[in-house]
């Protein structure tokens, strides 16, 4: 099993950022890949962005178009934590934002290919 526990949500005005982390616990040696979701009220989760390992190197997955260009995700392997550096943030990117993980090989851009969810953390712009 594999625990997911985020951080660093919180109301920001427009055009500020926020770093999101996960950090992961339990058999992290089996995860394939990691990333981040992300769920507006009245509309479905979302994939965000996500990135992959291979051969002990991580690898970007994707970047959904929304966020293309503003927000950053990035990995410490030694601290067993998935970051999300959101800039520019807008008022549509208010959302509770998700990691996930699979131990599968795909790369965690869908809800069909996640194993794991952490349990949220709201992010709130304001305009």
């Known amino acids: 099993q594999v625990q997911l526990v985020e951080s660093g949500g919180g109301s920001v005005q427009a055009g500020g950022s926020l770093r999101l982390s996960c950090a992961a616990s339990?058999?992290?040696?089996?995860?394939?890949?990691m990333g981040w979701f992300r769920q507006a009220p009245g509309k479905e989760r979302e994939g965000v962005a996500s990135?992959?390992?291979?051969?002990?190197?991580?690898?970007?997955?994707y970047y959904a178009d929304p966020v293309k260009g503003r927000f950053t995700i990035s990995t410490d392997n030694a601290k067993n934590t998935l970051y999300l550096q959101m800039n520019s943030l807008k008022p549509e990117d208010t959302a509770m934002y998700y990691c996930?993980?699979?131990?599968?090989?795909?790369?965690?851009?869908?809800?069909?290919?996640?194993?794991?969810w952490g349990q949220g953390t709201q992010v709130t712009v304001s305009s």
């Open positions: 996930a993980a699979s131990y599968r090989e795909n790369w965690c851009k869908s809800e069909v290919d996640i194993d794991y």
């Open positions: 339990g058999y992290t040696s089996n995860i394939y890949c």
């Open positions: 990135i992959y390992r291979r051969s002990g190197r991580a690898y970007l997955g």
